[in-house]
């Protein structure tokens, strides 16, 4: 899948095309629209192919009715949200739902003694959750160390925008502004904090945290619906360690059924498989 940047790079690119045949008088207003027509067709492919994986191909996997075998005797059922074995007449779906935190919240927004609290205060949630299920499931953390100036460079960047803004923000005589100018001023000092940590010595850690479950049952169908049953009981358990628990569908599903066999080595070959996390 396609991040931010992407997009944003294949836009440019079909603005300046669109401004090379606006300056070619020698091309007439005939291909100017041609020009336009192609640009729009391409910003639809782009949006498209953007979220092929998570709208597009389960729907179309679902419409035609089509299954995919990612290893033998294991099969992808056709809503590309489980898969399938049938051992001996009984049926074991598997499903996975991302485990990442939700709120995230930084040392320059918390006093000291709250993030104490909440770390003495962890293990005993995550005990809590775990007894509120009734099966067992595999908790996945996948951890890779960031290059340290790749992320600087990012974070400037961050930076440099919500400067932009605010410059634009303080022009603004409004009375919503001041809201607007405390929100903007509060991410500029986040971010800032978070140079500081990276500029002292901090290793940035990139991290990827899943969660494993099977249901069985008689039938394709009983196993199935056991597995969403797990699966919701799952977001309401976990709920209490400000966890984001979505079912995972489309091509992750298949990456992350690899990982119990073989990881990715590098950080490259995660945010190929996993792009909006990365």
Known sequence: MMDGMDVLYLALCG???MLVFATLPSFGNGWLYVAIILAALA??????????DFIVFPAAMKMFKI?????KDYLIV????????????????????TGNLFGYTFKAEQEEEAMEEKILLAPENWERAVMSLGFP??????????????????????????EFQLGRTLENEKASAETAITDIRRKISIIQAKI???SAGEKPVTTLMY??????GVSEKAALDSLSTQIKQLQIGMSSLNLQISRVVGRELYALSKFNFAIPLTFDEIANEFSQEG
């Open 211 to 216: 969660f494993e479950t099977t249901a069985v």
């Open 67 to 71: 299954t995919f075998q990612p290893a």
């Open 15 to 17: 603005i300046v095309i």
């Open 43 to 52: 910003g639809v492919m782009i949006l498209a192919l953007n979220w092929v």
């Open 196 to 198: 500081d940590r990276v």
């Open 78 to 97: 056709k809503g590309q949200d489980a898969i399938l074995k049938n051992v001996g007449g009984l049926f074991y779906a598997t499903g996975f739902t």
């Open 137 to 162: 499931f595999k908790f996945h953390v996948l951890s890779v160390g960031s290059d340290v100036q790749k992320v600087r460079d990012d974070l400037e960047a961050k930076r440099g925008y919500q």
